[in-house]
């Protein structure tokens, strides 16, 4: 059996996709139809929504084999990486898509075993997110933002020119931020051990020199923290895909240090400045 499979302007948003609660020969039957229809089409992978079934049930070629996934779920996951990817249901264009390059699936099978599957080919691990989305009611259109979601309904719908749609790059896992905040880290640091230093038994000459230290470290550590701002909103206009390039979390991360570097400067004053008179 094969089923014709749905395409664009069709919208598989309207589906109330639901989860797989007994196993039951009609399901076995919805999943075999999957299976059946991604193999007549020669394809990688085929979700049962995009042939009207709307049941989280999806299908996917493992080497030679193929496994039928019933409510999957991603609980674990890699570095991401851009996926350039093709889908039945935009025939003939081309999306480029932020996925996870390694996944981990817990899933079951048309008899209701659970199984755990752990996918470190990025290739195949994209493929799975993506009919995962499916299962979901999402498609590739909703992973982009939405200047470029616009660009790409005008290229489908062929009043604009162009077939790939990418989301822009994906902030790297370590970026040159963090050489900023570990500067201002080793001052703080410093400034707080400075603190410590009355038990020491300095001389007042010495504790007072150690004080107008802290206070030249505080300037530099907003000096710090202001050009850590200013390249953390460069790379928000490079890394589109990016969670820590948000300007609130830029803003609490540096006002965070220099709260602090003001904090010891103060005690320092009152410590230091005291025991050096």
Same mark, same amino acid.
């Given at each position: 059996?094969?089923?014709?499979?749905? #395409?664009?302007?069709?919208?598989?948003?309207?589906?109330?996709?639901?989860?797989? =609660?007994?196993?039951?020969?009609? %399901?076995?039957? @919805?999943?075999?139809?999957?299976?059946?229809?991604?193999?007549?089409? !020669?394809?990688?992978?085929?979700?049962?929504?995009?042939?009207?079934? $709307?049941?989280?049930?999806?299908?996917?070629?493992?080497?030679?084999?193929? =496994?039928?996934?019933?409510? $999957? #779920?991603?609980? #674990?996951?890699?570095?991401?990486?851009?996926?350039?990817?093709?889908?039945?249901?935009?025939? !003939?264009?081309?999306?480029?898509?932020? #996925?996870?390059? @390694?996944?981990?699936?817990?899933?079951?099978?048309?008899?209701?075993?659970?199984?755990?599957?752990?996918?470190?080919?990025?290739?195949?691990?994209?493929?799975?997110? =993506?009919?995962? &989305?499916?299962?979901?009611?999402?498609?590739?259109? &909703?992973?982009?933002?939405?200047?470029?979601?616009?660009?790409?309904?005008?290229?489908?719908?062929?009043?604009? &020119?162009?077939?790939?749609?990418? $989301?822009?790059?994906?902030?790297?896992?370590?970026?040159?931020?963090?050489?900023?905040?570990?500067?201002?880290?080793?001052?703080?640091?410093? @400034?707080?051990?400075?603190?410590?230093?009355?038990?020491?038994?300095?001389?007042?000459?010495?504790?007072?020199?150690?004080?107008?230290?802290?206070? %030249? @470290?505080?300037?530099?550590?907003?000096?710090?923290?202001?050009?850590?701002?200013?390249?953390?909103?460069?790379?928000?206009?490079?890394?589109?895909?990016?969670?820590?390039?948000?300007?609130?979390?830029?803003?609490? %991360?540096?006002?965070?240090?220099?709260?602090?570097?003001?904090?010891?400067?103060?005690?320092?004053?009152?410590?230091?400045?005291?025991?050096?008179?």
């Amino acid at each position: 059996m094969s089923t014709e499979i749905i #395409r664009y302007p069709h919208e598989l948003e309207r589906y109330n996709i639901g989860v797989v =609660r007994g196993f039951t020969d009609e %399901v076995r039957t @919805m999943a075999q139809d999957v299976v059946e229809t991604m193999t007549a089409n !020669d394809l990688k992978a085929l979700s049962a929504v995009q042939i009207g079934h $709307p049941w989280q049930i999806l299908a996917v070629k493992d080497g030679e084999k193929t =496994r039928v996934l019933i409510n $999957p #779920r991603v609980i #674990r996951h890699g570095e991401k990486f851009i996926s350039q990817e093709q889908t039945d249901y935009f025939p !003939d264009h081309t999306f480029h898509i932020s #996925r996870y390059g @390694m996944i981990s699936v817990v899933y079951e099978d048309p008899d209701g075993t659970s199984h755990s599957w752990i996918i470190e080919d990025p290739d195949l691990a994209a493929t799975v997110q =993506r009919k995962i &989305d499916y299962v979901f009611g999402s498609t590739p259109l &909703d992973r982009l933002t939405p200047d470029r979601r616009q660009a790409a309904l005008g290229a489908i719908a062929g009043t604009t &020119d162009g077939e790939v749609y990418d $989301p822009g790059e994906v902030c790297p896992a370590f970026s040159k931020r963090e050489y900023f905040i570990s500067a201002a880290n080793k001052l703080l640091f410093l @400034m707080g051990f400075s603190l410590l230093t009355p038990l020491f038994g300095f001389s007042s000459s010495t504790i007072n020199t150690i004080f107008w230290a802290d206070v %030249v @470290m505080f300037p530099l550590i907003i000096a710090i923290m202001i050009g850590y701002y200013l390249y953390a909103q460069q790379e928000a206009k490079v890394y589109t895909q990016c969670s820590s390039c948000q300007t609130a979390s830029q803003i609490g %991360v540096a006002g965070k240090r220099i709260v602090i570097a003001l904090g010891l400067l103060i005690a320092a004053g009152v410590i230091l400045k005291w025991l050096a008179t």
